[in-house]
């Protein structure tokens, strides 16, 4: 994927990801914390027992950060640490290796969102703190970090394509 | 509903696992499948019926026999979630955030 930058990156506690996204860094910070819906994968990435519907980021320091249920349910993912609109965002990722919620796991996710020209934002987005998977942190690790097939990324972008062109 | 979860806690168990394993690159009937393996032939019956549930095992008849193969539902849904996680999600976010820009341009 072109415009997924290889950081070359060998911290075992950390995976680190950056892309390049067209758009204004106040949209990009805005489609990133106020429209999961649109963007988060919560067919497959939730962890509640109902259908995902939403996840929310809370807009401050000690907010919740969770998905929704159909059913109207709610689900906690982690807290948030930084709030810095629009370049600076610290997400307390809770899940464990299990894939169930441990308030205080601790696992860190830190998104920058750096304006490279008024219409282009690079997004860097930092997973750390990795070994408090304990000894699973590795597997984790693996799953974050991997690049997903070619086959899936294009289905993803002919789907939105067509979105687009509606 | 498939999902991730119910695929991975099916295999979170060595027996199907293995169960699942002997049908990867085959369609066999209950009986094939409990041939030279520890455990007893309805035993195998009751694995394949989680495996079932969880959207990893089809079922068909042939007759008389009842043959199963590998679902690639299932597969896909575990597939997603050991597949670039974060990869995945920037990329999507990606199309939603530069669909915002592309409508917020619009006249």
Not at chain 1, 35 to 42: F, T, V
Not at chain 1, 65 to 84: I, K, P, Q
């Amino acid at each position: 994927m072109a415009d997924q930058i290889d950081l070359n990156w060998t911290d075992p506690n950390s995976v680190r990801k950056a892309i390049r996204v067209q758009a204004p860094q106040a949209i990009a910070w805005k489609v990133f914390t106020e429209q999961l819906d649109a963007w988060w994968p919560l067919a497959v990435y939730k962890i509640g027992k109902t259908a995902a519907v939403n996840a929310v980021i809370e807009p401050r320091v000690g907010g919740r950060w969770y998905e929704c249920g159909d059913d109207g349910s709610t689900c906690d993912w982690g807290r948030v640490l930084a709030w810095e609109p629009p370049s600076r965002l610290v997400l307390a990722w809770d899940i464990n290796a299990d894939f169930q919620y441990v308030p205080g796991l601790g696992t860190e996710i830190e998104v920058r969102f750096i304006a490279e020209s008024a219409n282009t934002t690079r997004v860097e987005l930092e997973h750390r703190k990795l070994d408090r998977f304990g000894d699973r942190r590795d597997q984790m690790r693996t799953i974050f970090d991997q690049t997903g097939d070619w086959g899936k990324l294009l289905a993803s972008f002919a789907q939105a394509a067509e979105r687009a062109t509606d | 509903m498939i999902n991730a979860e119910r695929a991975l806690d099916a295999l979170g168990d060595p027996t199907r696992r293995r169960v699942f394993a002997k049908l990867r690159n085959r369609v066999c009937t209950a009986g094939e499948l409990a041939q030279g393996m520890e455990v007893s032939r309805p035993a195998v019956s009751q694995h394949l019926q989680v495996l079932r549930a969880a959207g990893l095992v089809v079922v068909r008849a042939d007759g008389t026999r009842r043959l199963y193969q590998v679902d690639s539902r299932g597969i896909d849904a575990v597939r997603r979630w050991f597949d670039g996680f974060w990869d995945e999600t920037l990329e999507s976010f990606r199309q939603a955030a530069e669909s915002a820009a592309n409508e917020k341009g619009r006249p």
